[in-house]
Nanobody, 121 residues
């Protein structure tokens, strides 16, 4: 069984920084890519950033230049460094993985429980 566990959320003032982590564990053979999504109250879930195991990245326009995604392939952990935070970044941040499970095969429907990020003005 695969588990994704996020950490690092919290309350920060506008202009501040936070670093989120997503640790994957369980019956993982390999990870193809990992993603950060966020969902604010009353809004649709949106893709914030993604990274492949080879290090290729993509970002939502709203976070380019402020957020940096990275991955530790040895420890199956993904990070999101968030700088210059704005009140509109307030949301639950969730990680998602595209990976090969030793038992179930390839799958993309692996999600963490989410971590709350609140940015005060």
């Amino acid at each position: 069984q695969v588990q994704l566990v996020e950490s690092g959320g919290g309350l920060v003032q506008a202009g501040g920084s936070l670093r989120l982590s997503c640790a994957a564990s369980g019956s993982i053979f390999s990870i193809n890519a990992m993603y950060w999504y966020r969902q604010a109250p009353g809004k649709q879930r949106e893709l914030v950033a993604g990274i492949t195991s080879g290090g290729s990245t993509n970002y939502a326009d709203s976070v380019k230049g402020r957020f940096t995604i990275s991955i530790d392939n040895v420890n199956d952990t993904m990070y999101l460094q968030m700088n210059s935070l704005k009140p509109e970044d307030t949301a639950v941040y969730l990680c998602n993985a595209d990976l090969l499970d030793r038992v179930l095969g390839w799958g993309t429907d692996y999600w963490g429980q989410g971590t709350q990020v609140t940015v005060s003005s």
